[in-house]
């Protein structure tokens, strides 16, 4: 048995698993490990603590088997991620040379306009 981080916590909230924090009365709550559920299960002798530990364990166990049926379909997602991450910083490049680029043409527009000073000569029409 091991105590969750808060942001295990949150996790947790966030796919439901806990209906809120509120539940926890500001407390992390404890979880246990597979094998942490086989030494309960040891230690408690009725009928009922046997049964529950028995669908725990098979819950482990068709979680495992999920994992890893869908290996192929995490590493894809984590690849989509990574890129995904890449393609964020490029456009976030972009958009400041862009910003940039703005600005020097705000400052060009703004010297063309500005009123020049000096000797000015007539011209014959």
């Known amino acids: 048995m091991f105590q969750l981080t808060e942001e295990e916590s949150e996790t947790m909230v966030s796919q439901n698993a806990i209906p809120s924090n509120q539940h926890l009365d500001g407390a992390l709550p404890c979880v246990f490990t597979e094998h942490g559920v086989l030494q309960l299960s040891n230690v408690l002798r009725s009928g009922r603590a046997a049964e529950m530990s028995i669908q725990t364990i098979n819950v482990f166990v068709k979680m495992r088997e999920m994992i890893a049926s869908h290996e192929e379909i995490f590493k894809q997602l984590e ?47």
């Open 79 to 125: 690849e989509i991620r990574n890129n995904v991450t890449v393609h964020d910083e490029k456009l976030e490049l972009i958009l400041r040379y862009l910003s940039q680029f703005e600005e020097a043409k705000k400052q060009q527009t703004e010297q063309d306009e500005r009123p020049r000073s000096g000797y000015k000569s007539k011209q014959k029409k």
